[in-house]
């Protein structure tokens, strides 16, 4: 019995340890993922805002009680890895859009005036 009473302070204590290590590592990564949706909030002001759906834009909740405003967010790999992608996709679609621009520039200067 003495051994027990022992024990379980000691567990205590490394649960606690690691629920701050988690809290530490999920406030890290939900930080990553606000600053990731404004850069696309960003790019969908200048793509237009039906260029990204809305699941991209506002953070997904972890779970699927989705009536909790304050719930958890998703910062999973897989949920970073989608958005880096779409983000990916967003900076193509701004690249072409100015080399469509810089191209048709050059295009109506050549043109000879009417």
């Known amino acids: 019995m003495f051994c027990s009473q022992q024990v379980y302070p000691r567990r205590f204590e490394l649960l606690t340890d ?7 590592l999920y406030t890290s990564k939900l930080e990553q993922l606000h600053a990731l949706t404004a850069r696309m909030a960003t790019l969908a002001e200048t793509l ?10 506002k953070p997904a909740p972890a779970s699927e009680q989705k009536e909790h405003t304050d719930s958890w967010r998703d910062v999973t790999p897989e949920r970073f890895n989608w958005l880096e992608k779409e983000l990916m996709r967003g900076r193509a679609e701004v690249v072409r859009h100015m080399f469509l621009y810089s191209s048709y520039r050059t295009d109506s200067k050549h043109r000879p005036d009417a």
Not at 18 to 24: F, M, P, R, T, V
């Open 18 to 24: 690691q629920e701050d290590n988690l809290l530490k």
């Open 48 to 57: 237009g805002k039906s260029f990204y759906s809305s699941e991209v834009l």
